[in-house]
């Protein structure tokens, strides 16, 4: 209805995710950038079923990139005692099952682990460095608080379960080779094709279908 105030859940739940994981120093320029970059995001890359990039993964992405001085990486100051860790895993649980999202988030935590697991075996780094990241509270907010976007993710069950191995993979395979804010990066390529995908898809579906007689 024209006029009627709706609550902003969406923005809040971007300026949310853009703060939590998102740490600066004595300034507030870095959350005003992924903050602008975030909301334009969902008009400017888009198709007719929707934006294409989860919105704070965008901002964040884009003011660690044209900020990295300022803007850094930032779950860290949200660890502390194991209740509080624990809070945030039911939390996240409860969020991502909510969105209807959560066989997504299980699928890139589990496999997530098992590669992590598996690179400490074949490696000389410690299996509690490799996790650390994973299974802290970076982890916990980016599995079941960014990735469940549901505008940006798949309905279907299978579908998210097959998405979440596949930026699980991606993550993986960046963090071997030491590149600096994998995680956000895998879940904006893989975001970013498989929407493209649905969209052509769904156009294609449509350019060959024609009206019963």
Partial sequence: MSGQWRFPISSLITGLSIYMLTRTRFTVVPYLVAAVVAIGSKYVFRTSKGHVFNPANVGILTAFAFLPHLALPGADQWAGTPQLLILFYLIGL????????????????????????????????????????????????????????????????????????????????????????????????????????????????????????
């Fill in 94 to 213: 409860s969020v991502a099952g909510y969105a209807k999202r959560l066989p997504l988030a299980l699928s890139y935590m589990g496999v997530l682990l098992s590669l992590t697991l598996l690179r400490s075996m074949f490696s000389e780094l410690s299996v509690f460095y490799l996790l650390g990241p994973t299974l802290g509270t970076a982890g916990v907010i980016f599995a079941f608080h960014m990735i469940t976007d549901p505008k940006t993710t798949p309905s279907s069950y299978k579908q998210q379960i097959v998405m979440g191995t596949v930026v699980a993979l991606l993550d993986c395979l960046l963090r071997c080779f030491e590149v600096f804010y994998a995680p956000f990066i895998a879940l904006a390529v893989v975001s970013g094709l498989y929407n493209i995908w649905i969209y052509a898809a769904t156009d294609q579906r449509t350019s060959y279908s024609y009206p019963k007689p």
